[in-house]
């Protein structure tokens, strides 16, 4: 089959890989028909590239038919539709019955230290290969894969495998009071869902930062109040003149490790980003460092007492923060990778009944898997406006 494969920073490429099997009785195999590029794809081929190995199939986000199913597979049937969440979760263990699946216990990487593995994301979560593919092996096919209805085009559901769920929780962990305000970092695809979210669910002050024309007019396209820069030093004061000097409960940092605005962390992950894979590895387990700029906004922005819902992923083993800062603030901080499986149940009934989050237009761009190279090249660049891409093997 043909797969999107990572080949080293900045270089994917379309490669013919051998076809997915059966391998466990509860298996099965899905042909891919739509699959999302997601922010964290593109720590794979910069800051993660240490963790990568060449020829590894990319990509978390898919959805397609079921093909084939193992003997234990009663679920789903061939022909069914279905989403694949980006956790690799058995649906069984406590802690996927306590809605962690992100940490699932039949999963969890315990030689590396790590939580539930992931699709198409490193050694340090599986190294499972990945949905950006033609067929995807899928594990747990009696709890893992979200059956979806027919008849509604894929733009309707392939968001389950990650941007919605990751969005909701993000909202979720936030945690804004009832007319209070929520100020979110970075307007991708998950700041962008997360401003969605916020507002179906009643929050009416939503502020969104980012400086990416394009991102700036979805968002206020949709009621979003937008700050146009990433500077701490513009956004900090702008969000306490609109908070009557307060700051807003709650703030979202969609952004992680690959901000803008932070030159020191960016020198160092460039300099390190020459020294031999083996070695880096080694030092980003020990001594990596982010580029903190919009976790260090959020820390300044938020009220005292306010809430931080970190989405943004960061994978610094030594990220000097501000404590005094925090812990005289009363800061509250929340994260994770989303627990998908947590959230279907509430988000599924707003993809079936209507579109409330505008997920049938919320891709940029629909383009078949041999474009995968350029589509991760634009999306990088933020290029040729584009937001979301789908591939469509
Ligand atoms: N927690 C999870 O389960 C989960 C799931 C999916 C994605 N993510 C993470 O969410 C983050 C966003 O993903 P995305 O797909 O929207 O990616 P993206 O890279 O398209 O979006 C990030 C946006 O942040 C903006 N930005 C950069 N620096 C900023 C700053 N200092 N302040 C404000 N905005 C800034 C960029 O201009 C960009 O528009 C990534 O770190 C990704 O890895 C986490
Ligand atoms: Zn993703
Ligand atoms: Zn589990």
């Given at each position: 089959?043909?797969?999107?494969?990572?080949?080293?920073?900045?270089?994917?490429?379309?490669?013919?890989?051998?076809?997915?099997?059966?391998?466990?009785?509860?298996?099965?195999?899905?042909?891919?028909?739509?699959?999302g590029?997601?922010?964290?794809?593109?720590?794979?081929?910069?800051?993660?590239?240490?963790?990568?190995?060449?020829?590894?199939?990319?990509?978390?986000e898919?959805m397609?038919?079921?093909?084939?199913?193992?003997?234990?597979?009663?679920?789903?049937?061939?022909?069914?539709?279905?989403v694949?969440?980006?956790?690799?979760?058995?649906?069984?263990?406590?802690?996927?019955?306590?809605?962690?699946?992100?940490?699932?216990?039949?999963?969890?990487?315990?030689?590396?230290?790590?939580?539930?593995?992931?699709?198409?994301?490193?050694?340090?979560?599986?190294?499972?290969?990945?949905?950006?593919?033609?067929?995807?092996?899928?594990?747990?096919?009696?709890?893992?894969?979200?059956?979806?209805?027919?008849?509604?085009?894929?733009d309707r559901f392939v968001y389950l495998s990650d941007v919605v769920p990751t969005a909701?929780?993000?909202?979720?962990?936030?945690?804004?009071?009832?007319?209070?305000?929520?100020?979110?970092?970075?307007?991708?695809p998950?700041?962008?869902m997360?401003?969605?979210?916020?507002?179906?669910?009643?929050?009416?002050?939503?502020?969104?930062?980012?400086?990416?024309?394009?991102?700036?007019?979805?968002?206020?396209?949709?009621?979003?109040?937008?700050?146009?820069?990433?500077?701490?030093?513009?956004?900090?004061?702008?969000?306490?003149?609109?908070?009557?000097?307060?700051?807003?409960?709650?703030?979202?940092?969609?952004?992680?490790?690959?901000?803008?605005?932070?030159?020191?962390?960016?020198?160092?992950?460039?300099?390190?980003?020459?020294?031999?894979?083996?070695?880096?590895?080694?030092?980003?387990?020990?001594?990596?460092?982010?580029?903190?700029?919009?976790?260090?906004?959020?820390?300044?922005?938020?009220?005292?007492?306010?809430?931080?819902?970190?989405?943004?992923?960061?994978?610094?083993?030594?990220?000097?923060?501000?404590?005094?800062?925090?812990?005289?603030?009363?800061?509250?901080?929340?994260?994770?990778?989303?627990?998908?499986?947590?959230?279907?149940?509430?988000i599924?009934?707003?993809l079936?009944?209507?579109?409330?989050l505008?997920v049938?237009?919320f891709a940029?761009?629909?383009?078949?898997?041999?474009?995968?190279?350029?589509?991760?090249?634009?999306?990088?660049?933020?290029?040729?406006?584009?937001?979301k891409?789908l591939?469509?093997?």
């Open positions: 089959m043909r797969a999107v494969t990572w080949h080293g920073r900045a270089d994917v490429r379309v490669d013919t890989v051998p076809d997915p099997t059966i391998q466990e009785p509860t298996d099965v195999i899905v042909e891919i028909t739509s699959s590029i997601c922010g964290s794809d593109l720590h794979l081929i910069e800051v993660m590239a240490p963790f990568m190995t060449v020829g590894d199939v990319m990509g978390h898919p397609g038919v079921v093909r084939e199913v193992g003997p234990e597979v009663t679920a789903v049937r061939p022909g069914d539709r279905v694949v969440p980006f956790n690799i979760s058995c649906g069984t263990c406590w802690m996927c019955s306590e809605g962690l699946q992100s940490q699932c216990e039949t999963t969890q990487n315990r030689e590396q230290g790590f939580g539930a593995s992931l699709f198409g994301y490193t050694k340090l979560y599986g190294q499972v290969p990945g949905g950006q593919a033609e067929y995807l092996r899928v594990p747990f096919g009696n709890t893992l894969p979200i059956k979806v209805p027919q008849g509604l085009p894929d909701w929780q993000a909202v979720q962990y936030a945690a804004t009071p009832p007319g209070g305000t929520l100020l979110v970092l970075g307007l991708g998950i700041g962008d997360c401003t969605r979210i916020a507002r179906h669910l009643g929050i009416e002050k939503v502020y969104g930062v980012d400086v990416v024309p394009e991102r700036l007019r979805r968002a206020t396209a949709r009621g979003t109040e937008v700050i146009r820069s990433t500077d701490q030093d513009d956004v900090v004061p702008a969000i306490r003149d609109a908070t009557q000097g307060r700051g807003p409960d709650a703030v979202i940092d969609a952004v992680g490790m690959e901000a803008h605005d932070s030159p020191f962390a960016w020198a160092a992950q460039k300099a390190s980003a020459v020294l031999p894979d083996a070695v880096m590895e080694k030092v980003m387990q020990v001594a990596g460092v982010d580029r903190l700029a919009a976790l260090n906004t959020a820390i300044e922005a938020v009220r005292r007492g306010g809430t931080i819902s970190l989405s943004g992923v960061y994978g610094g083993a030594t990220d000097p923060l501000p404590l005094m800062r925090m812990f005289d603030k009363q800061v509250q901080l929340r994260m994770g990778q989303a627990n998908v499986w947590r959230w279907v149940p509430d599924l009934p707003l079936t009944e209507g579109d409330p505008g049938d237009d940029t761009h629909r383009v078949p898997l041999e474009q995968a190279p350029e589509a991760y090249a634009n999306f990088r660049e933020k290029k040729d406006g584009t937001v891409v591939l469509q093997p």
